[in-house]
């Protein structure tokens, strides 16, 4: 029975570890704590706003700073005690100190408090539509130092060896992406500025905007891009061709692109 209790112990304790063994714990934090073989000693309690709790017999701990593996060896010394050989178990029960901090034009600004450990992919996915964000140009900061630059291959691509373990008052900065969207106007269905994504092609914009008007100089879709020096390339695409299955004239989309649907004299 012994054997039995300690095993499942130790499963709780690594599965514990395995995902709070970087938490700071916190003002507010509420911890499940366990002596084994001493019930009267374990309890739940809320670390105060001077950033200690009180346990039986030992009195008033600081929790606030340490890790809950940190704060495990703490108890455990504090309690040889009263117990000759104290085994402690600390579950984090509620995270009320995890909190990030998203800035820039990108998103909506403001703090974000986390119930659990989070990763960065796991965050973006719960932040909502990122259409506006240019996640290429992202960053995340911490210790007022930029830890990683760029989420576009983790969220687009999927590459999770871009994922990381998000810390307390970690800040992610998310620039907007105004000058990569693409913009189309003229005689189209429905002149409209969409977000830039890899691989899109004159096809695509075209067929988002609502198509050709019946006026449309389909042969005459120009696109003005941006060269060195803020100079405006002009690229003349015969749309109407490629539509007849001249795929070569399905050119692809660079970020910031501009593109016109002249209309047709006749």
Known sequence: ???????????VLFVNNVFAKDYVIGDGDSLDISVWGNSELSL????????????PAVGEIKASGFTPVELTKVLERELKKVVKTPIVTIIMSGMNNYSV??????????RRTLTR???????LCELGSLDGADLD???????????????????????FSQDIVLESNDMLFFPDNFERKIT??????????????EGLTILDVILSAGG?????????????????NDVKEVEKVKVKDLM???????????????????????
Not at 101 to 110: I, N, Y
Not at 137 to 146: A, E, G, P, T
Not at 184 to 192: A, L, R, Y
Not at 212 to 228: G, H, M, P, S, W
């Open 1 to 11: 029975m012994k054997k039995i209790l300690f095993l499942l112990m130790f499963f």
């Open 44 to 55: 739940s309690v809320v670390v105060r706003p001077d950033g200690k709790i009180s346990l």
């Open 101 to 110: 901090f998203v800035f820039g034009q990108g998103v909506s600004a403001g």
């Open 117 to 123: 450990q989070t990763t960065l992919l796991e965050f």
């Open 137 to 159: 140009n992202s960053y995340l900061v911490r210790d007022k130092k930029i830890l990683k630059k760029s989420f576009y291959e983790l969220f687009n691509k999927g590459d």
């Open 184 to 197: 189309i106007v003229g005689e189209i269905g429905n002149p409209s500025t969409i977000p830039y994504r």
């Open 212 to 228: 050709f008007t019946e006026f449309a100089k389909e042969n005459d879709v120009q696109i003005l891009r941006k060269a060195e």
């Open 244 to 266: 007849k299955g001249e795929l070569e004239h399905n050119l692809k989309i660079m970020p910031g692109d501009f593109i016109i649907v002249k209309e047709s004299l006749f």
